[in-house]
């Protein structure tokens, strides 16, 4: 009797005088020809997912390293998202304290206008006599 054990071919001499329904060398050729086959797919079927595994770990570290880049871009758009948001707080104080420049110099304007346009010369050195 033949039998494959880890690709070694084993023979059983006590099996080769049997007969009647207790095997024969040709039975247990089939026997060993099948248990080949098996062991053949099983170890192409092995090679095909040690590939397959193989392509995914390269797919996971280019996956990595895509995650890792998109990772900076979001970090370096935070800081320049935070860049503008202080800029514009300081565009908005300094056009707050432009309106209220203009607010007081529209105010100044407007004293100019009422004294020295609407008032007679004569009321005007009056008010100057009066305040010294």
Do not use: P
């Amino acid at each position: 009797m033949d039998v494959v054990i880890n690709g070694l071919l084993e023979r059983n001499e006590s099996g080769k005088n049997q007969v009647n329904g207790h095997g024969s060398d040709w039975q247990y050729k089939q026997i060993s020809e099948r248990l080949e086959q098996i062991k053949q797919y099983l170890e192409s079927e092995i090679e095909s997912k040690r590939r397959t595994i193989e392509q995914q770990q390269q797919e996971i570290a280019l996956l990595k390293k895509e995650i890792q880049g998109k990772t900076n871009d979001i970090t370096h758009l935070q800081q320049q998202l935070q860049q503008c948001t202080q800029h514009t707080e300081g565009h908005r104080q300094l056009i707050n304290k432009l309106l209220n420049d203009i607010e007081h110099y529209q105010n100044d304007i407007e004293w100019y206008k009422r004294t020295y346009e609407r008032r007679s010369i004569w009321g005007v050195l009056k008010e100057k006599l009066v305040n010294k």
